[in-house]
């Protein structure tokens, strides 16, 4: 399913006025990422894709002849990142071929794109192979609009795929060569209740000797690992083995999060994906109505968030199907219902979100050398997070490819 997004796209826009390719953002409010604090009447100026001036209107000077973006009424924030994506919604289905669900993909990136989330980490391609690799390298060449993805491939799923460390590494580098650029693995099976209530968890996928032979590949490699997991055994050996990050984790204790504290992993709950009434209604559903793991993830999700030095990024599980394309701004206001500071919440999707990937050095806040992916809402979002679901302007590259703030004009100085 996609979120339907009104557009002032990039092809709105006019080109670049020659000779200069330097843009100026005036921005009346702009979120600072690694501080956290709002700052007031800055300016940004943009040359080709990257930033290259950051600061006060009184420090800054605007070139003679640079265009102008005035966003003086807005708030302006880094590009949001997607720590959970999937731009595949499902395998092609009966009478659906793989050129139409790729279709439908690349119309799913762009939604997103216009959402405000100029990165995403793809968390798995839903039975499309490497499809997701295809999708790419389209956007990196310009071919087709979408943030900038990293992506898993098909993941690592079962003991098949990893019967043993020797066929854990082989699987790694296989995923690797096929275009991966970092590595989901699924080291927890599901849940069940008993009789009297008690949530279980399945035996793991896999044992802690493949998981510690998958992830030491994967970083010798120079690729993080990404472990969608649960709870039980297989969610602690996850995080014995080092992974970066812990997906879901409906079943984490505050031993486990202080294991995560410790080790520096990064937590990415999926909070609206996994709260959902269908998900409390199935549960309900198979237990006559008594039982439903929504209410102890709730639970355990604020433990988490409360936990101090727990790094919580913001992930959606988009997929189309149970989260709409497009509408991924609610996972901010659902991390501020969990505890979060609407500040840290914009943290979680801009400098956290950035430095759970590893791309710290070129996206996630509005600093000189980095990508310009710029985003601006109407009002201040510290006061009402609800804004980020109302995004008025996306900028990604140095290119505009929503403007509802402006009129889709641009002014020479």
Not at 234 to 247: C, M, P, Q, Y
């Amino acid at each position: 399913m996609r979120h339907p997004i009104p557009r002032n796209t990039w092809k709105d826009w006019p080109a670049p006025a020659a000779p200069s390719a330097m843009v100026a953002v005036r921005a009346g409010r702009l979120f600072d990422s690694k501080s956290g604090q709002m700052l007031s009447k800055q300016v940004v100026l943009i040359e080709g894709e990257r930033i290259t001036s950051v600061g006060p209107e009184g420090r800054i000077t605007v070139p003679a002849g640079v265009r102008v973006i005035d966003l003086s009424q807005a708030t302006v924030m880094p590009g949001f990142i997607d720590a959970h994506s999937h731009v595949f919604e499902s395998a092609p289905a009966k009478g659906e071929t793989a050129v139409m669900v790729a279709f439908v993909a690349a119309a799913s990136a762009e939604d997103c794109l216009l959402a405000g989330f100029t990165t995403m980490r793809d968390a798995g391609s839903h039975g499309n192979g490497n499809a997701d690799v295809a999708v790419r390298d389209a956007i990196d060449k310009d071919e087709i609009i979408g943030p900038r993805l990293s992506v898993a491939t098909s993941g690592i799923r079962l003991p098949k795929d990893a019967r043993g460390p020797e066929n854990a590494r082989a699987a790694v580098r296989a995923q690797i060569k096929d275009g991966a650029t970092h590595i989901k693995i699924y080291p927890t099976g599901g849940y069940s209740f008993t009789p009297e209530g008690e949530l279980q968890f399945a035996p793991g996928n896999l044992t802690l000797e493949e998981l510690q032979a998958l992830v030491g590949e994967a970083h010798a490699n120079k690729v993080r690992v990404m472990a969608h997991a649960f709870g039980g055994d297989g969610l602690k050996n996850a995080i014995l083995a080092g992974v970066d990050s812990i997906e879901h984790g409906q079943g984490l204790t505050q031993e486990l999060v202080n294991m995560m504290v410790q080790k520096g992993l990064y937590y990415d709950p999926t909070i609206v994906r996994y709260t959902l009434a269908s998900i409390d209604a199935g549960d309900k559903g198979k237990t006559g109505g008594k039982y439903s793991i929504v209410p102890i993830f709730e639970k355990n999700l604020r433990m988490a968030i409360a936990t101090k030095g727990l790094k919580v990024v913001l992930g959606t599980g988009v997929d189309g199907a149970m989260y709409p394309y497009g509408s991924q701004g609610r996972e901010f206001e659902a991390l501020v219902k969990y505890g979060m500071t609407p500040a840290r919440a914009l943290q979680a999707a801009t400098s956290l979100g950035a430095e759970n990937m590893g791309w710290e050095d070129q996206v996630g806040a509005i600093e000189t050398g980095k990508f310009a992916d710029l985003v601006a809402v109407s009002g201040d979002p510290l006061t009402d997070i609800t804004e980020l679901q109302r995004v008025k302007f996306v900028m990604k590259g140095g290119h505009v490819f929503l403007n509802q703030m402006t009129g889709g004009m641009m002014s020479s100085r």
